[in-house]
């Protein structure tokens, strides 16, 4: 095999590893400052944090519960912006994926398990497919800017979703603005006696197992991968870079309305107006910090999830605003970005100790 | 028939200039920006600090013109931050703007919460009130859209004309454009790219600021989280949409703001549909508009590009090693 490039993967990894820690110690430290201005005891605030988080299984099934969308939308960003096309529109991905489901959900339609919950997942997944399919193809044939694009139909979507559960989507008879209950067939099952957690956590790891293999192993995630670094270079090279992006850009929104769906059919189990603000928004941070790798994603947005259910621990025992998480995350990004770009370049440091201990060998002879 | 009786009430063009302010400031500030070669995605944070800065500003003042100082300062810095992570790092300009609007988000919704307490008590600020024109007002349909509006509005105005000249007309707004499309050519000629750049992007967040300001301090003179709700990102659209001239860019917002005010009529119209179908129609226009009527546009040449100057130390470092190292080999 090649060794070579082994070490070379382990390098990075390392220095991916290390940045990341270093990043979210700087937005420890900076958030402890504003927690030492209010005069709490940052130490205090971040063991609730921890404890809340992950102290024992149910607050970790917990976690795991908040961080499931998360990370399945976030591998879907992950790999269109590794194609290099900016899907910022998880967010009506994800709505239109979990309306969908549900519709598929709350239906009689009589069927057993088996049929039923793949049938709803596989209706939601289209539906977030097809929504991110709308800026794909506008942007492959038409040149639109992609950002602004999904932005808007975020909006779009979103509202769309609010506008159907107040009214064909209502229960029968009800008075608040939400779906009937998905029926027993429809539901994800649950992994854990005590806690919410359930199987839409194993679809997030069996995703990334695949999204991984289709990138590193396979000749389109190559090619994917090619278009992302270099599309001038790719398209001259004959690769379908439109086919691509497109393509790559179906896979994410298929991923977003699977987060959608596995929300609703794991853990709401009904629709209600806005199920889940900022869920898409966040999972851009979460693919971010996982370096878009689907690895890197899976922890990257356990993480998030052991910080924001920890961060409600924190606020109800110590009165500071859980809001201060969207701080510690930006700083998070942002530290990412700029220790990404001021490489951690441990290649150089070996190179460097190689060197020195040649150039030892050589004063001594 | 009744609802398009709406498009000739006078009401309904007031609220569409005040609606339409916001957006015409913040995407005045996206043009400058973006004209310099920073795609800014960043609006709507700058936007967000504004609206709240201005509110804090104007209630431990009591004064609401100083309350749209504070929103202008805090747009700057956040805008300064993206210059330094965007023009100094040189990460990816998208992908560092939804970090500071999450960083604008974050500060702003802690500081309420750690000002207020967690119960959010409502305390209403100082606002703009509407400027005085005496008899003017009283003119039938102009009275009421033109001389019953706010300061920031008609400030918000003059500032096409002002913008449209510096951008066409001046020396500074030469640089800028240039900075945009051809930054290497600019760096050739003396002219610091990064000034140039950092200078738009106080501009812009200056802009900003008072646009979020505007959200916060003409009428309902509070706060709540993402008051902004996604207006920055409207902004940026405009500013594609007005092909990145500050002209064309007021004419695009102008657009969202009417559509804003229409749905506003429309629910007071009292349709027996859901409310979010009101919501939508913004949004629905800007994107109809710019497929149908705008077609795809391409931006300033070098925009999304951090420019590496030629003079800077890690190719200075490159050529001075090739060039002291004696080479051995011929």
Same mark, same amino acid.
């Given at each position: ?8 993967? %382990? ?12 990043? %979210? ?11 030492l ?21 149910? &607050? ?7 961080? =499931? ?7 879907? %960003?992950?790999?269109?912006f ?40 596989? +209706? ?86 695949? $999204? ?10 190559y090619?994917?991968? =090619? ?19 497109? &393509? &790559? ?22 629709l ?32 998030i ?5 920890? &961060? ?8 500071v605003?859980? +809001? ?8 998070? %990004? $942002? =530290? ?30 | ?11 309904f ?31 709507d944070?700058?936007m ?13 003042t ?68 509407p ?7 009283k ?80 009428g ?9 709700a ?43 549909i859901?409310?979010a ?6 949004y ?47």
């Amino acid at each position: 095999m090649n060794t070579q490039f082994d070490y070379k993967r %382990i390098e990075t990894g390392l220095s991916y590893l290390i940045s990341s820690l270093l990043s %979210i110690a700087v937005a420890l430290i900076i958030s402890s400052f504003i927690l030492l201005g209010q005069g709490k005891d940052p130490l205090q605030a971040f063991s609730l944090i921890f404890q809340g988080g992950i102290g024992d299984m149910a &607050a970790f099934g917990a976690s795991l519960v908040r961080a =499931c969308p998360l990370m399945l939308a976030a591998l879907g %960003i992950a790999f269109a912006f590794k194609a290099g096309i900016y899907n910022i529109g998880a967010e009506g991905q994800i709505y239109l994926g979990a309306m969908f489901a549900t519709w598929v959900g709350i239906l009689p339609l009589g069927l057993p398990k088996i049929i039923h919950l793949p049938l709803a997942i596989l +209706t939601g997944m289209a539906a977030g497919a097809s929504w991110a399919f709308i800026p794909a193809y506008l942007k492959v044939k038409k040149g639109f800017n992609e950002v602004i694009m999904t932005i808007l139909l975020n909006y779009i979507g979103v509202y769309f979703v609010n506008a159907s559960v107040h009214s064909y989507l209502q229960e029968p008879n009800g008075y608040y603005p939400q779906t009937s209950k998905v029926l027993e067939t429809a539901t994800l099952p649950k992994l854990m006696a005590n806690s919410e957690l359930h199987a839409g956590i194993l679809l997030g790891l069996i995703g990334a197992v695949i $999204l991984y293999v289709i990138l590193q192993k396979t000749d389109f995630g190559y090619q994917l991968r =090619c278009v992302g670094s270099n599309p001038e270079a790719s398209r001259t090279s004959g690769m379908n870079a439109k086919l691509t992006l497109i &393509a &790559a850009m179906l896979v994410s929104g298929a991923f977003a309305g699977l987060a959608g769906a596995s929300e609703v059919l794991g853990y709401q189990h009904l629709l209600l107006e806005n199920f889940s603000p900022n869920t898409g928004y966040d999972a851009i941070s979460v693919a971010l910090l996982g370096r878009l790798n689907p690895i890197g994603v899976v922890i990257a947005a356990i993480f998030i999830g052991v910080l924001r259910t920890g &961060a409600n621990t924190m606020q109800i025992m110590m009165g500071v605003p859980v +809001t201060i998480v969207y701080i510690i995350q930006a700083i998070i %990004i $942002l =530290c990412v970005l700029a220790f990404t770009n001021w490489k951690l370049d441990l290649s150089r440091f070996f190179e460097r100790g190689a060197k020195d201990a040649n150039s030892k060998l050589a004063n001594r002879s | 028939m009744q609802i398009l009786s709406l498009l000739i009430e006078a009401d309904f063009w007031a609220a569409t200039l005040r609606l339409t302010t916001p957006l015409l400031l913040a995407a005045l500030g996206g043009v400058f920006s973006e004209r310099a070669g920073i795609n800014n995605m960043g609006l709507d944070g700058a936007m967000l600090m504004g609206a709240f800065f201005g509110y804090i500003g104007a209630l431990f003042t009591q004064n609401a013109f100083l309350g749209f100082v504070c929103a202008a300062i805090s747009g700057a810095l956040i805008m300064l931050l993206l210059g330094f992570m965007s023009i100094n790092v040189k990460v990816n300009q998208i992908v560092t703007a939804l970090g500071t609007n999450m960083l604008a988000l974050g500060v702003t919704s802690t500081a309420f919460r750690m000002i207020f307490g967690n119960d959010l008590a409502q305390l209403t600020s100082p606002g703009l009130v509407p400027v005085n024109f005496g008899s003017l007002s009283k003119i039938p349909f102009l009275g009421k859209v033109l001389f019953g509006q706010t300061p920031i509005v008609y400030l918000a105005i003059i500032l096409v004309p002002i913008s449209h000249y510096i951008m066409y007309n001046t020396h500074w707004g030469l640089k800028i454009r240039a900075t945009g499309e051809h930054p290497k050519a600019v760096d050739t000629v003396g002219i610091d790219v990064y000034k140039v750049r950092y200078v738009s992007l106080i501009i812009s967040g200056i802009l900003c600021g008072l646009g979020g300001a505007a959200v916060t301090l003409t009428g309902i003179n509070t706060f709540y989280d993402n008051i902004t709700a996604g207006r920055g990102f409207i902004a940026v659209a405009a500013v594609v949409f007005g092909k990145w001239s500050p002209v064309g860019a007021s004419l695009a917002t102008l657009l969202f703001g009417a559509g804003e005010a229409f749905q506003l009529r429309l629910q007071g119209l009292g349709f027996d549909i859901p409310y979010a179908y009101f919501y939508m129609l913004p949004y629905i226009v800007t994107m109809i508009s710019l497929i149908f009527f705008m077609g795809p546009s391409k931006g300033p040449a070098a925009t999304g590009q951090p420019y590496i100057k030629s003079g800077s130390k890690a190719k200075r470092k490159k050529v001075s090693r090739a060039g002291l190292k004696p080479e051995v080999k011929s």
